[in-house]
């Protein structure tokens, strides 16, 4: 049974009401007071009650990350990055996912009675729009991330997609590749990440005096592995097959990696291969895999920054953020 304030304030011979100060950190305690209460605590193992300290001090000490596929190597590694940076400001996290599903997002992000269950929300949307979270019902204060959203009134982080795709597509015309196709991009408006690569792939291609070829830009439903395995075989069908390949994600990129080496063909000395996410897969996968790498302990930090200022009472307009990036050269383009 869990032990009680008056419990733990018989054991170290001060007041009830002695132990709650300790427990909530007022600092109207004398140190050495606050040395015997806290020993008691330890020793009959007291755990404060969450939902009363909520009613109280209207914190929970949790934030809610909700994001489309928590089994994505990157949002995987990005967690673990938000986990640590709030756990280093006293949060807990707690993860949610959406399948991008419109539906989903709404019931994690619109629903008032949730929404109050967190002291603040970081969201990665896919479906729902800017006048969507300004119309919630919750005032809970909430960071994007990603590139879904425009104008919605939040702060809001995201990697410049444009520029990052051209810094690739750059890094493959430079090695006198001739025939750069590329994996990824995706029709649906949701979906805007896959067109904004693409934005970039063909604005590198363009200042390059190169022409676009339409036949060399393969669409894919989803950034998964399976999809850059099929959309790298029907590049290798072509008559005249690519001799380099800007994949949108490195998952899409181990899929086409997988289908270019099961055709006996060599990366990079037949086809080089660029990713985007730098995830560790690829920094092991053989060869290892060129990328765009974002920084996802930056986009964390300041994910996490901008939450907790907006709960200390920070009313400034908006952030728009950029997130850094970099292109990781490895053996998929150089040997």
């Known amino acids: 049974m869990a032990a009680t304030l008056r419990e733990v304030a018989e054991r170290a011979g001060v007041s009830v009401r002695t132990?709650?100060?300790?427990?909530?950190?007022?600092?109207?305690?004398?140190?050495?007071?606050?040395?015997?209460?806290?020993?008691?605590?330890?020793?009959?193992?007291?755990?404060?009650?969450?939902?009363?300290?909520?009613?109280?001090?209207?914190?929970?000490?949790?934030?809610?990350?909700?994001?489309?596929?928590?089994?994505?190597?990157y949002f995987a590694e990005l967690t673990r990055a938000v986990i640590e940076q709030a756990a280093a400001a006293g949060y807990t996290v707690v993860v949610d996912q959406t399948d991008g599903d419109p539906v989903?997002?709404?019931?994690?992000?619109?629903?008032?009675?949730?929404?109050?269950?967190?002291?603040?929300?970081?969201?990665?949307?896919?479906?729902?729009?800017?006048?969507d979270l300004r119309n919630r019902p919750s005032s809970t204060p909430v960071v994007?991330?990603?590139e879904r959203v425009v104008e919605g009134g939040l702060d809001h982080i995201m990697i410049d997609n444009v520029g990052a795709a051209e810094l690739a597509t750059r890094h493959l015309i430079e090695l006198g590749r001739q025939r750069i196709a590329a994996i990824g991009d995706q029709f649906d408006e949701?979906?805007?990440?896959?067109?904004?690569?693409?934005?970039?792939?063909?604005?590198?291609?363009?200042?390059?005096?190169?022409?676009?070829?339409?036949?060399l830009m393969r669409p894919t439903?989803?950034?998964?592995?399976?999809d850059g395995a099929a959309a790298m075989a029907d590049l290798l069908a072509l008559p005249q097959p690519p001799d380099a390949v800007f994949c949108y994600n490195d998952l899409l990129a181990l899929g086409a990696l997988r289908t270019i080496l099961s055709r006996g063909l060599r990366?990079?000395?037949?086809?080089?291969?660029?990713?985007?996410?730098?995830i560790e897969d690829?920094?092991?996968?053989?060869?290892?895999?060129?990328t765009i790498s974002p920084d996802k302990t930056q986009i964390a930090k300041d994910a996490v920054r901008l939450l907790l200022n907006r709960l200390d009472g920070d009313r400034s307009a908006p952030a728009e953020l950029p997130a850094g990036y970099t292109l990781q050269i490895r053996e998929s383009t150089v040997g």
């Open 267 to 278: 990366v990079p000395d037949d086809i080089a291969l660029v990713g985007f996410d730098d």
């Open 144 to 146: 994007l991330l990603g």
């Open 190 to 215: 949701t979906r805007q990440t896959g067109q904004l690569r693409t934005q970039g792939y063909r604005s590198a291609l363009q200042a390059a005096g190169r022409e676009i070829v339409p036949e």
């Open 221 to 226: 439903e989803f950034f998964h592995r399976a």
């Open 282 to 290: 690829g920094r092991y996968s053989t060869p290892s895999l060129t």
């Open 104 to 131: 989903r997002e709404r019931e994690l992000v619109m629903r008032g009675n949730r929404a109050a269950m967190f002291d603040g929300l970081i969201f990665n949307p896919l479906a729902l729009g800017g006048a």
């Open 19 to 73: 132990v709650s100060n300790v427990v909530n950190d007022f600092p109207q305690v004398a140190p050495e007071t606050r040395a015997r209460v806290q020993r008691a605590l330890d020793e009959l193992g007291y755990q404060p009650n969450a939902v009363a300290r909520t009613l109280r001090n209207g914190r929970s000490g949790l934030i809610a990350l909700v994001l489309p596929e928590l089994d994505v190597p």
